[in-house]
């Protein structure tokens, strides 16, 4: 009787703390941004790489999201016009340097054209993404 009073503790605990420890994603669009990438409304003109993004106004936070790293992952194309852009491997990790200003933004992050064609076709020009803070 105590050995299956142990498990069920055990079994309990483990559904417990997989429920505290989910990583939550948000799901919105991405669009691509050619270079030049400075300067950036985070760093002026100090070179951030390319694997980098500009938030939206929810994700910016009066600038909070400036060197906040996001995965980014493609789950599907925005248009028929490319229906399948996602590569073999959609996911990348880019940093916030920048801010997407509305009416100008089209989506949730503006990625780098790099970024960008690390997990989709540019030729797509916005896809379908999953992303969260890393």
């Not at 079994?11 to 417990?16: A, K, N, P, Q, R």
């Not at 390319?50 to 939206?56: L, Q, T």
């Amino acid at each position: 009787m105590a050995s299956t009073r142990k498990y069920s503790i055990v079994f309990i605990f483990m559904i417990l703390s997989s429920l505290g420890f989910q990583a939550s994603c948000d799901n919105g669009i991405g669009t691509i941004n050619d270079p030049p990438y400075l300067p950036s409304a985070c760093y002026g003109y100090e070179d951030k790489g390319v694997m980098i993004a500009a938030a939206n106004e929810d994700l910016w936070q009066g600038g909070a999201a400036c060197g906040k790293y996001f995965q980014v992952t493609c789950t599907g194309g925005t248009n028929l016009g490319t229906p399948h852009p996602c590569t073999d491997n959609p996911t990348v990790t880019v940093m916030i340097t920048d801010f997407c200003p509305p009416p100008g933004c089209k989506g949730n992050l503006d990625l780098s054209h790099e970024s960008f064609s690390a997990i989709a076709d540019p030729a797509a020009g916005g896809i379908k993404i999953s992303y969260q803070q890393v």
